[in-house]
């Protein structure tokens, strides 16, 4: 027998009539194998049908014959596609990408919190005394004088100074940015413990 001979390609009307008669029950199972997902039980018909094109020796029996050899290549290009799923990382979504940026906020965090820390540490013992008290662990003036036991003006005077020394020890914290002293709180938060202790 000769290569000329030998069909390369399913004719396309074998094809339509074999998805008319079998198509039905193979994406019932192929649905069940997909656990309910019709996209990918879809995708996988249209491979068993590619595949059945591809062979066209498969259809040399009668049509009642197809069932099996179709029901053995959609299980076998299920179980396919599902080991390479499997194997591939996880896709990313946009919620993965919105995480992945929040992560970022909280190094840009991390970091600031470094810095004021050093620059907390760099302090007076009387100005980070009344800076801890107000900023770090959130007393009003008048609470802050009575723990450390001095004037409200004096608590006034010292937390105006050691924020402007921190200012001037904080690079891109400086008082020209608009949100510098919220920026400059919100790390202070962060570093509370570590210079409370």
Known sequence: ?????????????????????????????????TYGDRQRAEDLLQETLVRAWQHPEAFDGPHESMRPWL???????????RRSRLARPTEVHDAVLETTAA??????????????????????????????????????????????GIPAGTVKSRSY???RV????????????PSSSSSLER??????????R
Do not use: C, K, W
């Not at 029901?71 to 596609?81: C, E, G, P």
């Not at 840009?108 to 107000?134: G, K, T, Y």
């Open 1 to 33: 027998m000769t290569i000329t001979s030998i069909p390369r390609s399913t004719d396309e009307r074998a094809l339509v009539e074999l998805h008319r008669a079998h198509g039905p029950a193979l994406l019932h199972f192929l649905l069940g194998l």
């Open 71 to 81: 029901f053995t290549v959609a299980r076998r290009l299920a179980i396919d596609a």
């Open 103 to 148: 992560g970022g906020d909280l190094t840009e965090r991390s970091a600031a919190a470094l810095d004021v820390r050093d620059a907390v540490r760099a302090l007076s013992p009387e100005h980070r005394a009344v800076l801890v008290q107000i900023y770090f662990r959130g007393l009003s003036v008048n609470e802050a004088a009575e723990v450390l």
């Open 161 to 163: 100074y050691a924020l």
């Open 166 to 177: 921190l200012g001037r020890r904080l690079p891109g914290y400086g008082s020209s940015s």
């Open 187 to 196: 790390a202070s938060s962060d570093g509370v413990s570590a210079t409370s």
